[in-house]
């Protein structure tokens, strides 16, 4: 099965890694999680949050969606355009490397 | 090195009585092999036996990650002259701080940066006087640095650490921004930091032989917006402004005491790396006290939080909460009063003056440099 819609933008089955130099953490302080970066600190939404702890580097795009449908209960096509545009630009931004 | 504040937040304000710190600049050491005459270090510069030791510094990076820091600056000075720099980016790391180095790169060895790199280092910002040998050399003073910078920006790309490349730009190398540009895109950096230099210590020192033309800085400002729109998504350029030609003042630090903290070698706490250059302010030291306290109550981080202290001329303004009042070291620097409008802003009384001392600056033609160093020899380097 493929999730590969007409106007994705990365292939389903690479495999997404955040770049080295860019790491995702809780923030006690302020309780919320922050992507972190060279000189920039970002505050991803919690679906960008969701969508990114399934980064590990081991788990295929197809497999990262497979897992939120299954958390969240939640329309595969939906989900599989929200997390291609969201990775794609963090791609754009070089701060995660997909390999296929 | 020259560390500048942002002219942009990091992230949004936090909604909590008092701020929360995302970043600590720690000056590990004013050593450094180069001697820049924009230098954001103080004119009197701390000698090695004043340095903080390494214990001292492993508890101020647990008490900072604490505190809510994300993001650790190792600068200087020349950071790599601690021989326990790997010692402390490995703290960090553990402490689970962000971890930027900022080098002049002059000195390090492929085994060194192996040895940061394995450290667990996230990040290394690297800078350059010139993008050429011959300007490079001349403005940090140092006969080979820029073959030395390229060798190990080469070596930094090598271990997969992603680099910026940092660049101050001033009368002697503004008209290189575009080779600067392709300097770093020819280096594999993701990003680079076109800084003007800001003129408070030794920059205001040499302020003669560096400030530029207002045309210059203008076109300068042409050069970088076009590159930003070109090399969207393959070079991100982050700029520092230059004031004294402006309309509004820079958002110093984003807010005195807001977000971020800095920490000098011998173990000074201060809102920004220049507020030394205010008379008066008590600073507290991480010997004495821990950093949440000093963030939360010392003198110094509360006399110009929020906007309590403004003249009225910025209490009133609209933009109160967008520059903050400007740069409390400049309102020094120029009014004599650090508590005054930043004479960059429009509305100053003095912002015809500010005007006139740089278009004075540019065109005097001063090209002599008092370069930076330790007022007496330093025996202990």
């Known amino acids: 099965m493929t999730t590969e819609a007409a106007s994705a933008r990365l292939p389903a089955a690479g495999v997404p890694r955040l770049a080295r130099g860019v790491r995702l953490r809780h923030d006690e302080a302020r309780g919320q999680w922050v992507l972190l970066a060279p000189e920039r600190v970002l505050q991803p939404d919690p679906v960008a949050v969701e969508i990114l702890k399934r980064v590990d580097g081991e788990r295929s795009i197809d497999a990262i969606i497979d897992d939120l449908i299954l958390a969240f209960s939640v329309e595969r096509g939906r989900v599989a355009a929200d997390v291609d545009a969201f990775l794609a630009g963090l791609v754009e931004k070089g701060m995660v490397e997909v390999a296929s | ?381």
């Open chain 2, 1 to 381: 090195m020259n560390v500048v504040p942002r002219s942009e937040p990091i992230a949004a304000p936090v909604a909590v009585p008092l701020p929360v710190p995302y970043g600590m600049l720690a000056e590990l050491t004013h050593r450094c092999p180069l001697m820049c005459p924009y230098c954001s270090n103080p004119v009197e510069l701390d000698r090695r036996n004043a340095e903080l030791d390494t214990e001292s510094w492993l508890r101020v990076f647990g008490e900072a990650a604490r505190l809510g820091v994300l993001q650790v600056h190792l600068s200087g000075g020349e950071p790599t002259a601690r021989r326990d720099l790997e010692e402390m980016i490995r703290h960090c790391v553990k402490v689970g701080l962000y971890t930027n180095l900022i080098t002049a790169g002059v000195g390090v060895t492929p085994e060194r940066l192996q040895a940061i790199s394995e450290a667990g280092v996230d990040h290394i910002q690297l800078s350059f006087q010139g993008a050429t040998a011959e300007v490079t050399d001349h403005v940090s003073n140092f006969r080979g640095a820029h073959e030395r910078k390229l060798a190990v920006a080469r070596e930094v790309r090598r271990l997969g650490i992603p680099l910026t490349i940092n660049s101050v730009v001033h009368r002697a190398n503004i008209h290189q921004i575009p080779d600067f540009l392709e300097l770093a895109l020819s280096l594999g950096a993701k990003r680079i930091e076109i800084a003007h230099a800001q003129y408070y210590g030794w920059a205001l020192r040499n302020r003669g032989a560096l400030m530029p033309t207002r045309e210059q800085v203008f076109e300068a400002l042409d050069v970088v917006e076009e590159a930003r729109e070109r090399l969207k998504g393959v070079l991100t350029i982050d700029a520092v402004v230059p004031d004294y030609y402006a309309k509004y003042p820079k958002a110093c630090m984003n807010g005195w005491g807001r977000q971020s903290l800095n920490v000098t070698p011998s173990g000074k706490v201060l809102p920004c790396h220049a507020a030394e250059t205010i008379p008066n302010l008590d600073f507290w030291n991480v010997r004495e006290h821990s950093l949440a306290e000093i963030w939360q109550a010392s003198p110094a981080f509360n006399a110009f939080r929020g906007t309590d202290w403004m003249p009225e001329l910025c209490r009133s303004c609209e933009r109160k909460e967008k520059d903050w009042g400007g740069c409390r070291c400049q309102a020094m620097a120029i009014a004599g009063d650090a508590a005054a409008t930043d004479p960059a802003c429009h509305k100053s009384p003095l912002h015809g003056h500010l005007l006139a001392l740089a278009e004075a600056d540019a065109a005097a033609g001063v090209t002599d440099y008092d370069y930076r160093r330790f007022t007496t020899p330093d025996r202990a380097q």
